[in-house]
């Protein structure tokens, strides 16, 4: 697979996580149970950030395929949903939403939630060529981002 296509999902990654920053001061409010609602949210999308890429260690890798020495990892946080990294950042991206009381960063939000499951298809598909026993691991864990949801 070419490289530069899969960079384009990294720029796009990136894009999206700065309109997230870039767009906090517009639409925004003040509520004091919201805005700390949103430090509790950032501190615990933090947490699962950092769990989930200690357990993934040396396969962790910022484009979608695969590294060549990559092990299959199916315990830990990666045993409850597929892609908990991606748990991570929209918690904490949805966390800073809030915590600003940003409207247009809570939009953007979600926008990276739809972005994170196109690249998580794509992903997926290469998972699945790598590792035969991905698919078996789809039916154990059929969440991808969001625990019982989605």
């Known amino acids: 697979m070419d490289n530069q296509y899969l960079d384009k ?7 999206i996580l700065l309109a997230i920053l870039l767009l906090t001061p517009l639409m ?9 609602l949103g430090l509790g949210f950032l501190l615990i999308g933090l947490l699962i950030l950092v769990i989930a890429i ?10 979608v395929t695969p590294k060549k020495n990559a092990q299959l990892v199916t ?16 918690i904490m991206a949805i966390g800073w939403s809030f ?20 690249k998580i298809n794509k992903e997926e598909s290469l998972l699945s060529k790598k590792f035969p026993e991905y698919e078996l691991y789809k039916l154990k864990v059929k969440k991808k981002i969001i625990p019982f949801i989605f």
């Open 75 to 90: 315990s830990g946080l990666y045993g409850i949903v597929r892609h908990p990294i991606y748990t991570g950042v929209i």
């Open 54 to 63: 200690k357990q993934l260690g040396t396969a962790l890798t910022p484009v």
């Open 99 to 118: 915590y600003w009381g940003s409207v247009s960063s809570f939009i953007a939000s979600l926008v990276l939630l739809l972005f994170f499951n196109c």
């Open 28 to 36: 925004h409010f003040h509520n004091l149970i919201i805005n700390l």
């Open 9 to 15: 999902y990294v720029a796009a990654q990136i894009i």
